[in-house]
């Protein structure tokens, strides 16, 4: 099982960035997926689901309205859109879902919303 999440970085307050999560090593299609976040000092927080067709999403009440989840199963990738970036958002972003026995999570994308 491995998930590799990208597309983090640098951005102005109320800007955006699309990050991604590639799955690999499962049956992408069947599972639920997770974006979680973690800044430093704080517990990691879910900011969004996904069910395994795309078609129920649910958000943190954090980044309702700002954010949005989706996925693509013939691609194995899940996106987290972010937009109106605020400087509270900064924190390390990962993809992870429930399989048969554990949670998996990825190594994580940092994004820093700074000006």
């Known amino acids: 099982v491995q998930l590799v999440e990208s597309g983090g970085g640098l951005v102005q307050p109320g800007g955006s960035l699309r990050l991604s999560c590639a799955a690999s090593?499962?049956?992408?299609?069947?599972?639920?997926m997770n974006w979680y976040r973690q800044a430093p000092g704080q517990e990691r927080e879910l900011v969004a689901t996904?069910?395994?067709?795309?078609?129920?999403?649910t958000y943190a009440d954090s980044v309702k309205g700002r954010f949005t989840i989706s996925r693509d199963n013939a691609k194995n990738t899940v996106y987290l859109q972010m937009n109106s970036l605020k400087p509270e958002d900064t924190a390390m972003y990962y993809c992870?879902?429930?399989?048969?026995?554990?949670?998996?999570w990825g190594q994580g994308t940092q994004v820093t919303v700074s000006s």
């Open positions: 090593g499962f049956t992408f299609s069947t599972y639920v």
């Open positions: 992870s879902f429930y399989g048969r026995y554990r949670r998996y």
């Open positions: 996904i069910n395994s067709a795309g078609d129920t999403v």
